[in-house]
């Protein structure tokens, strides 16, 4: 069965660097999400992404946030600067549609350990 | 804003017997789906059932099934018949129907006893 993955599972970085975060995206869906969890607390919506575009963000997503969608598998979030507070499981996820029928698949996660 | 709340953060269940996890939710809107997802310790997030507010009837699928009461903006998961398969952590979730955005509850860890 196709399933969305992510890697690397476990990354661990110093504060004020750059980390790219990997995901493999369902082959023939079309919509993409990042969400993360902050140890304890909440899964939280980060960004959607259709056509090559962001589709919508949350207020986390600020100006150190970027996706991408760099070929024809791949979907990558980009942290530019990370701070001690991105720390987090971040998971990716697709759909093949947009809208609340279409059942969003989730990748394991990356958890991510900022120093 | 839309708000999803998980009052239980954690629960116990005898293998066998059946367990209720409850979620309540906070909106304006008329027209949206509710979820509920299981994350194993594995941590990949699995959908295990959706309702869509439009459908009076409680969404079923095995030995999951829900207890959607609209008006007072509640939407249990009762487990029957619960397996050590089943311990898990819940998130109950809230979407538009129109929309991508899924908005989670804290979830409730589930912990099946043999």
């Known amino acids: 069965e196709p399933e969305v993955t992510q890697t690397p599972s476990h990354q661990v970085t110093q504060m004020g660097q750059e980390v790219i975060l990997r995901c493999v995206p369902i082959s023939n869906h079309l919509y993409f999400y990042w969400y993360r969890q902050i140890l304890g607390q909440k899964v939280e919506f980060l960004v959607s992404?259709?056509?090559?575009?962001?589709?919508?963000k949350s207020e986390i997503f600020d100006d150190q946030f970027s996706v991408e969608r760099p070929d024809g598998s791949n979907f990558t979030l980009k942290i530019r600067s990370t701070k001690l507070e991105d720390s987090a499981m971040y998971f990716c996820?697709?759909?093949?549609?947009?809208?609340?029928?279409?059942?969003?698949?989730f990748g394991p996660g990356t958890r991510l350990t900022v120093l | 804003a839309q708000t999803v709340t998980q009052s239980q953060p954690e629960m116990s269940v005898q293998e066998a017997e059946t367990v209720t996890l409850s979620c309540t939710y906070d909106t304006s809107e008329s027209d949206y789906y509710l979820f509920w997802y299981k994350q194993p310790p594995s941590r990949q997030m699995i959908l295990v059932i959706r309702q869509e507010a439009y459908k009076q009837q409680n969404a079923t699928e095995n030995r999951f099934s829900v207890n959607f009461q609209k008006a007072a903006k509640s939407f249990s998961l009762k487990i029957s018949d619960s397996q050590l398969g089943d311990a898990a952590m819940y998130f109950c979730a809230y979407t538009l129907e129109y929309g991508n955005k899924l908005v989670f509850g804290a979830g409730t860890i589930l912990r099946v006893k043999s």
């Open positions: 992404f259709y056509n090559n575009e962001i589709s919508e």
């Open positions: 996820a697709s759909s093949e549609w947009a809208g609340a029928s279409n059942e969003q698949f």
